[in-house]
């Protein structure tokens, strides 16, 4: 079985510049989220998909941040203008309708100079 | 509010060293809890859990009991290999919603 696919695997990119990250979950899975890892924290959730819809943004910062899940299936992530505070790695995790057991992709870690 | 506490690294211990680190946590409803780990240059993997108070989850020689009374699932091996070596992450998650993860602790484990 798959695992969960993420891409790009680093990314750095300038202040006020857009920048967009990729998930394809693990296959069958409805539930799709998205965390944010700053170094030396754990993991905080930006957004929670069930299908093509969202469970949970309230932690998304909404004048820079959006994320769309159209077909119920992959998932883009973006920030635009990324600050420096933006600097981290991007997960995403992917768990059936049945077992609540996440499964995490490797990450996206992004730089911002 | 949900939230979890961790046990603050580094940790250094020399091989076959007995390994524990803390966590508690706060929930609102009953948790499931879990240990993730994160090898230099990998992912999360989630290294064992528990769904309900008295369970143990165990795998790969660590394990860690779902204590409701002190509110804790501290995580525990005997003899910790250099291969143990990266950071370890507490969890909580209440029904299908997302984890709540504490801050990490990093092991370090020498030869």
């Known amino acids: 079985e798959a695992g969960v696919a993420q891409s790009p695997r680093y990314k750095i990119i300038e202040k006020r510049q857009s920048v967009a990250f990729w998930c394809n979950p693990i296959s069958g899975h409805a539930t799709l989220y998205w965390y944010q890892q700053i170094l030396g924290q754990g993991p905080k959730l930006l957004i929670q998909?069930?299908?093509?819809?969202?469970?949970?943004d309230s932690q998304l910062p909404k004048d820079r941040f959006s994320a769309e899940r159209l077909k119920g299936v992959d998932s883009t992530l973006k920030i635009q203008p990324a600050k420096l505070e933006d600097s981290a790695v991007y997960l995403c995790?992917?768990?059936?309708?049945?077992?609540?057991?996440?499964?995490f992709g490797p990450g996206t870690r992004l730089t911002v100079t | 509010g949900n939230s979890v506490t961790q046990m603050e690294g580094p940790v250094t211990l020399s091989e076959e060293a007995f390994l524990t680190i803390n966590c508690t946590y706060t929930a609102t409803g009953y948790p499931s809890l879990f240990w993730y780990v994160q090898y230099p240059g990998e992912g999360l993997q989630l290294l064992l859990k528990?769904?309900?108070?008295?369970d143990k989850g165990s795998n790969k020689g660590f394990e860690a009991t779902y204590r409701k009374e002190t509110t804790s699932f501290h995580l525990e091996k005997g003899s910790v290999q250099v291969s143990d070596s990266a950071v370890y992450f507490c969890?909580?998650?209440?029904?299908?919603?997302?984890?709540?993860f504490g801050t990490g602790t990093r092991l370090t484990v020498i030869p």
């Open positions: 998909f069930q299908n093509n819809g969202v469970v949970d």
């Open positions: 528990a769904t309900k108070a008295d």
């Open positions: 995790a992917s768990s059936s309708l049945n077992l609540y057991e996440q499964y």
């Open positions: 969890a909580l998650q209440t029904g299908a919603n997302n984890l709540f």
